[in-house]
């Protein structure tokens, strides 16, 4: 079982920068493709980064050049640091694991362990 916390949300204005934080449990967390995803309120949940494993990272169009994902094994801990912030970025952030495997994983579904979010709220 992985326990999955999430940090770092808050208020910010439009231009803003967050960093958000997921401390995992466990010794294994080198072996667990890590996400985060996010849902905005009557919208579906939707991926937003992906690191594997092996450190190789996808990202959702619409954050790419914006957002980064990575990841301290060292740490247990993954982060997504987010700049340029938008008003359509709002949602709440959830950061989700799965053990790694050799296809990646780029769907809600696919994930088994989920922390309980952070609310992004980014005024304009």
């Known amino acids: 079982q992985v326990q999955l916390v999430e940090s770092g949300g808050g208020l910010v204005q439009t231009g803003g920068s967050l960093r958000l934080s997921c401390v995992a449990s466990?010794?294994?967390?080198?072996?667990?493709?890590m996400a985060w995803f996010r849902q905005a309120p009557g919208k579906e949940r939707d991926l937003v980064a992906m690191i594997r494993s092996r450190n190789i990272t996808y990202y959702e169009e619409a954050v790419k050049d914006r957002f980064t994902i990575s990841r301290d094994n060292a740490k247990n801990t993954v982060y997504l640091q987010m700049n340029s912030l938008k008003p359509e970025d709002t949602a709440v952030y959830s950061c989700a694991a799965k053990l790694s495997m050799v296809a990646p994983a780029l769907r809600a579904n696919d994930y088994k362990f989920w922390g309980q979010g952070t609310q992004v709220t980014v005024s304009s």
């Open positions: 466990g010794r294994t967390f080198n072996t667990y493709d």
